[in-house]
């Protein structure tokens, strides 16, 4: 499975981001897949998972209501959804792939990971 994140950016405290997630191969509409961040200095942490129908969706406590995760298994593509963002959201962004266990909501296990994406909040 190979992962492309592309549509992060700049963006000012309050605004808005959708990133997309590319994945080729044949496994994708089987796969659970989610996103992490990475801010300087810190180490990588869980954004959010969905499951690979789409039916259950699990955030970190920090972008429950702001962050949306979903998912196109026609396209290949999950996107996060980015609302209200905070400085405290700067980060480079991975989406990744749960390639065994799809229909798991509540987990941070996966098995690929992709290129990341920068995403700039200025207070």
């Known amino acids: 499975v190979q992962l492309q994140a592309s549509g992060g950016g700049l963006v000012q405290a309050g605004g808005s981001l959708r990133l997309s997630c590319a994945a080729s191969g044949r496994t994708f509409s089987t796969s659970a897949m989610g996103w992490f961040r990475q801010a300087p200095g810190k180490e990588r942490e869980f954004v959010a998972r969905i499951t690979r129908s789409g039916g259950t969706t699990y955030y970190t406590d920090s972008v429950k209501g702001r962050f949306t995760i979903s998912r196109d298994n026609a396209k290949n593509t999950v996107y996060l959804q980015m609302d209200s963002l905070r400085p405290e959201d700067t980060a480079v962004y991975y989406c990744?792939?749960?390639?065994?266990?799809?229909?798991?909501?509540?987990?941070?296990?996966?098995?690929?990971w992709g290129q990341g994406t920068q995403v700039t909040v200025s207070s």
């Open positions: 990744a792939a749960d390639v065994k266990f799809g229909t798991v909501g509540r987990s941070t296990r996966f098995d690929y």
